[in-house]
Each structure stands twice: as C-alpha cells, then as structure tokens.
C-alpha cells in the first residue's frame, strides 16, 4: 500500500502542477492541531515538486499532523491564479463558475462537501489589491469564504491527507 500511496500522492501532484503552471510555488506546512508552521518556508519549482525525496518529506510531515498548502509565487505579486474557497457553498457554484465564464482550472475536494477551486485570471502577474478585490468579488459571487480572499491565500495541494479527519485532498477537475 505505501507504494500504491505513494503513486497517488505524485499522480495528484503532478495534475495539479500541470493545471496551474508557475515557475514557483510556495509550499507551507502547518500542524494542524498546534496551528504552528513547520519550520521555514521554501518555493519550489514543478520539477522540484514531484521528485521522490520531496514526495517522501511531504508525506511524512503530512502524517505528522501537517497539512500541505500551496501557493503559485510570484514575489510579492499574485501570480494570477485566485483561489475560491467554496466550503460551505451551494453545491452547484462549480457549475455555475464555468457557466459565468469563471471556469476554475483546479478544484480540488478537501473533505466531503467542501471544495476549493483555482481560477487562472491572468499569465501575466497581478497587483495584489487587484488581486484581493478579484478574491473578494468571486467569493461575493459563488458563496465562497471571505477570510480566504487575500492576494496571497494558500491552497491545499493535492494527494494529501486533511489531518483533522483522514480525508485526501483529491482533485475533481485540473
């Protein structure tokens, strides 16, 4: 099994990877119970992402009571993408995004009923009021969370586990 693990942790990586590329991303541990981040902070490239060694030291942290988040970096500008937090959404605001035009480019289901999806806005960086205000404006439209509207707000990364009820983080479209 811990192979087979291991296989669906890299597979999920790598979708969501591909789904918003970046040149960098912003990998954060945080022990969920404690709310403490694991010491220093580290932006990685995709190649850098999928390698084993990394999948492994992921891994273990993750079952160590981290959770894994993710956010595509560029300085100190939003690299684009904005992320929606749809937990506590109607379950159509998926649907309802790709039928506005807002077609997230990942959503990913972080426990059942909640979701978080990725909207790219832009290839070129934005200015993180913009960004902020896009934030704002989505979560305003499709029932998503205000306090997760920041120009910068973290994402879950896939394949990995939600410490507080064993749920994986799996990606439903990237």
């Given at each position: 099994?811990?192979?087979l693990g291991f296989l669906l942790t890299w597979q999920a990586i790598r979708s969501q990877l ?13 022990h969920h119970q404690t709310g403490r981040p694991f010491p220093g902070e580290r932006l990685w ?80 960086p934005l200015e993180p009021a913009v960004a902020t205000a896009a934030g704002r404006h989505l ?36």
């Amino acid at each position: 099994m811990g192979n087979l693990g291991f296989l669906l942790t890299w597979q999920a990586i790598r979708s969501q990877l591909a789904a918003m590329p970046n040149e960098l991303y912003l990998i954060r541990l945080i022990h969920h119970q404690t709310g403490r981040p694991f010491p220093g902070e580290r932006l990685w490239t995709a190649a850098q992402l999928v390698r084993a060694a990394t999948i492994r030291f992921l891994r273990v942290r993750n079952g160590e009571g981290c959770d894994v988040y993710i956010q595509p970096y560029t300085g100190n500008q939003n690299a684009g993408y904005i992320l929606v937090d749809l937990d506590r959404a109607d379950p159509t605001a998926v649907e309802v995004m790709r039928a506005n035009g807002h077609d997230p480019c990942v959503v990913l289901q972080t426990s059942p009923g909640h979701l978080q999806a990725w909207i790219r806005l832009s290839t070129s960086p934005l200015e993180p009021a913009v960004a902020t205000a896009a934030g704002r404006h989505l979560a305003h439209l499709y029932g998503g969370d205000w306090a997760s509207t920041d120009w910068r707000h973290l994402g879950r990364l896939a394949g990995f586990k939600s410490p507080h009820d064993g749920t994986g983080i799996g990606m439903l479209r990237g």
